[in-house]
């Protein structure tokens, strides 16, 4: 595949000081994007690793979960957190208290995600369609980072009849935001269907002061080159793609140097990434019981096509010590090949669309009304996003 002009001409990607030799960022996942999944990652290919999404008001609150969450390892030179929050005095407290002790080099806001529990709060992909209140806690989030740089991430909108991301972009742009990503779906599609890149390009063509960055059905380096070279977006944003799949970093790193070629991991190579995930949990969580029950989640993800019967996939999905999952390893047939197609494409739930849930008389205004409110504020009272 021919490397795009477009890339040609742009071979890294700056978000306002950080230069980042491959455009490519980590996009945050609820119980996934933890300390130990960044690490792995990082060890297949650059980017930006970004951070599960944080609760702007449990991290002012300094609740003790929160306060591991945003733990860096030391091999993690560029710290990178998502915040979610409805309030602005809270969001700007929350960037303030990251900067002030200097616990992050990148802060990144969440208007993206279309979990029920945050959207019928008025969170999330909700938010943008309430637009001064957008405006204040973007502009009161950038004023609050100083140097370090502030992006956001958010969706086309609520539904298609309420999109949001164009204004959004907008606002956000002449807020000061360091680069915006976009996620080419509404919230009514979850992550169902195909993302419309279109969108992306109509978001670029609005945006041209920061970069613009395309999130949705990037499962390949090819598509990530593709996106860039439809769209005109400066980066793209890699989430359910990598489930399962770390190495997918070093795929889009060498595809965006115009190198070629993918990894096609043996069976054996799969078994020591899921091996080497679950030890990096175990050092996380400082607990080998906790760390394996947590890489059980991923057991579908990694064997996805390979010749790993019922029974074996069982097993591994109730693993409780180290010694148990290599003694479950050793059954598999290391020498087995990577078996194609079978191992690609989509992972993750994709749902199906749905009516979003939303505060009561949300859709009424775009602007915020004194119950709305009072409604939102519970949409900070959970530890983390969805």
């Known amino acids: 595949m021919s490397l795009p002009t477009t890339l040609s001409q742009r071979p890294s990607l700056a978000i306002g000081p950080i230069v980042l030799d491959s455009p490519v960022v980590l996009a945050p996942m609820a119980g996934i994007t933890n300390t130990a999944f960044r690490r792995l990652c990082r060890e297949y290919g650059a980017g930006l690793y970004v951070s599960e999404m944080i609760t702007s008001r449990a991290l002012v609150e300094r609740t003790p979960e929160t306060m591991r969450l945003i733990q860096h390892h030391e091999s993690e030179t560029l710290r990178s957190i998502q915040l979610y929050g409805v309030d602005p005095k809270t969001v700007a407290e929350a960037v303030t208290m990251l900067v002030a002790e200097d616990r992050a080099d990148h802060i990144d806001l969440n208007f993206g995600?279309?979990?029920?529990?945050?959207t019928r709060k008025g969170g999330g992909a909700a938010l943008p369609w309430k637009t001064g209140l957008f405006r204040d806690i973007v502009e009161g989030a950038v004023r609050a980072a100083g140097d370090v740089p502030l992006t956001i991430k958010m969706r086309k909108g609520i539904d298609s009849d309420h999109l949001t991301y164009l204004e959004a972009g907008r606002i956000a742009e002449g807020a000061g935001v360091a680069s915006i990503a976009l996620h080419a779906r509404t919230a009514a599609e979850f992550y169902s269907g195909h993302a419309d890149w279109s969108a992306i390009t109509k978001l670029k063509?609005?945006?041209?002061s920061v970069p613009v960055l395309g999130n949705g059905d990037i499962w390949s380096g090819e598509d990530?080159?593709?996106?860039?070279d439809e769209t005109g977006c400066d980066g793209v944003v890699v989430g359910r793609g990598c489930l399962g799949r770390p190495w997918l970093f070093g795929d889009l790193s060498s595809a965006f140097a115009g190198e070629g070629g993918k990894a096609e991991p043996s069976l054996g190579d799969v078994a020591a990434a899921f091996r080497r995930h679950a030890e990096l949990l175990a050092e996380f969580f400082e607990s080998e019981e906790r760390g394996c029950r947590d890489i059980r989640k991923h057991v579908a993800w990694y064997f996805?096509?390979?010749?790993?019967?019922?029974?074996?996939?069982?097993?591994?999905?109730?693993?409780?010590?180290?010694?148990?999952?290599d003694d479950l390893l050793a059954t598999l047939d290391?020498?087995?090949?990577y078996p194609g197609a079978a191992a690609e494409g989509q992972r993750g739930r994709a749902g199906t669309p749905k009516r979003p849930a939303l505060p009561y008389g949300w859709l009424d205004s775009q602007s915020l009304g004194a119950d709305e409110q009072t409604e939102i504020a519970g949409a900070e009272l959970d530890?983390?996003?969805?």
Do not use: I
């Not at 995600?113 to 945050?118: G, N, Q, T």
């Not at 063509?205 to 041209?208: A, F, G, L, M, R």
């Not at 790993?308 to 999952?325: C, I, W």
């Not at 290391?334 to 090949?337: E, F, G, M, S």
């Open 383 to 386: 530890h983390s996003g969805g």
């Open 224 to 228: 990530a080159l593709r996106m860039v």
């Open 205 to 208: 063509e609005t945006v041209t």
């Open 334 to 337: 290391w020498t087995a090949p």
């Open 113 to 118: 995600c279309p979990v029920p529990k945050v």
């Open 304 to 325: 996805k096509g390979y010749p790993v019967g019922g029974d074996l996939r069982a097993s591994l999905a109730t693993v409780e010590s180290l010694d148990q999952l």
